[in-house]
């Protein structure tokens, strides 16, 4: 089956640099999808393609990929960025499935 | 502006069946998948499945194969998920979400419906 594994936290101080990862044996086949979910609401995508910013996504979310390995960096982190935060991915070599990381909580301390 | 649009919250006992919607609108709803996803309580989102509304296609995460069926009535533009028989462990919320065309995350979601099986 395709997994994705994120840590479970990261912990970061305001202004400083987060930097969230996910792998996945076919990260390099497939593109990694970011979405932020705030308690109570709906996820939100922040990165698609590996890479790509949606309108309307602040700059300081940047999206990078490397072998098995996707990391999403938060540049500048503030307080509102509090939230968790998970990859997807999608495995199209045989039936269509889509599959999320287990979640990373950013803590801005 | 496109909008997903779900039922509201269900409170059932184990055993009852169930079915929640999902209404688009602001866009062709025949052209998108809409795929459906768990959040149990406190825990991380889990893909179930995805249907084609054009042609209801429909594709299942094995873990959910057999326990939901996903449907879709695109003469009213909605996608449903149901149970058959509820169990304890079903209680979560439960969000569909609109796949993008020609790629494979969703860019549109709903407001979620929570569903509580308790007896």
């Known amino acids: 089956s395709y997994v994705l594994t994120q840590p479970p936290s990261v912990s970061v101080s305001p202004g400083q640099t987060a930097r969230i990862t996910c792998s996945g044996d076919?990260?390099?086949?497939?593109?990694a999808y970011w979405y932020q979910q705030k308690p109570g609401q709906a996820p939100v995508v922040l990165i698609y393609?590996?890479?790509e910013r949606p309108s309307g996504i602040p700059e300081r979310f940047s999206g990078s990929s490397s072998g098995t390995t996707v990391t999403l960096t938060i540049s500048g982190v503030q307080a509102e960025d509090e939230a968790d935060y998970y990859c997807?991915?999608?495995?199209?070599?045989?039936?269509?499935?889509?599959?999320f990381g287990g979640g990373t909580k950013l803590t801005v301390l | 502006e496109v909008q997903l649009v779900q039922s509201g919250a269900e409170v059932k006992k184990p055993g009852e069946s169930l079915k929640i919607s999902c209404k688009g609108s602001?866009?062709?709803?025949?052209?998108?998948?809409i795929g459906w996803v768990r959040q149990m309580p406190g825990k991380g989102l889990e893909w179930m499945g995805i249907?084609?509304?054009?042609?209801?296609?429909?594709r299942y995460s094995p873990s959910f194969q057999g326990q939901v069926t996903i449907s879709a009535d695109k003469s009213i533009s909605t996608a449903f998920l149901q149970w058959s028989s509820l169990k304890a462990s079903d209680t979560a919320m439960y969000y569909c979400?609109?796949?993008?065309?020609?790629?494979?995350?969703?860019?549109?979601w709903g407001q979620g419906t929570l569903v509580t099986v308790s007896s």
């Open positions: 979400a609109r796949n993008v065309y020609g790629d494979y995350y969703f860019d549109y």
């Open positions: 602001g866009y062709t709803f025949t052209s998108n998948w």
């Open positions: 249907i084609f509304p054009g042609d209801s296609d429909t």
């Open positions: 076919a990260l390099p086949k497939q593109y």
């Open positions: 393609k590996d890479s």
């Open positions: 997807q991915s999608a495995d199209m070599s045989g039936t269509y499935i889509w599959v």
